[in-house]
């Protein structure tokens, strides 16, 4: 049995990611796809529109002097809309090391991502990096 339609667009899109093709990450999501980043920094809250999330994901590479790295670890789905993919975060910014577990929860329509949702492994450590 072949990999779910949805596994394959998360891995597609965390490929565009690392490489910086944010017009490919653009055809993967609807035009009012909302990426929600936890915390109380000033990078955290809700990303609404394919222009807001792509800002915010070339704001993250700025922040960090381009040394933002994510390596995709697993993609796990409901076959009913919804994929959680998890991966290891590192980046350095302002003297600092990030290196965290992460997720992000994915919901589509047809087969285009809606909404993201970010999980980190410690808020407290996300939010001292970022902040």
Known sequence: MGEHPHAALVRRGYAAFTEGDMDA??????????????GSHPLS?????QD??????GRLFEETGGTLRVELRDVLV?????????????????GRHLSEKGALVFRFVGDKITDID?????????????S
Not at 25 to 38: K, N, S
Not at 45 to 49: A, E, L, P, R
Request: negative net charge.
């Open 25 to 38: 990450l653009r055809e993967l999501m609807t035009g009012d796809c909302t990426h929600h980043l936890p």
């Open 45 to 49: 809250g809700d990303y609404k529109g």
């Open 52 to 57: 807001a999330v792509i800002d915010m994901y």
């Open 78 to 94: 409901d076959g009913r809309g919804h994929a959680v993919a998890v991966h290891v975060l590192q980046a350095d910014r302002d």
């Open 118 to 130: 970010e999980c980190v492994e410690d808020l407290d450590t996300a939010n001292d990096f970022w």
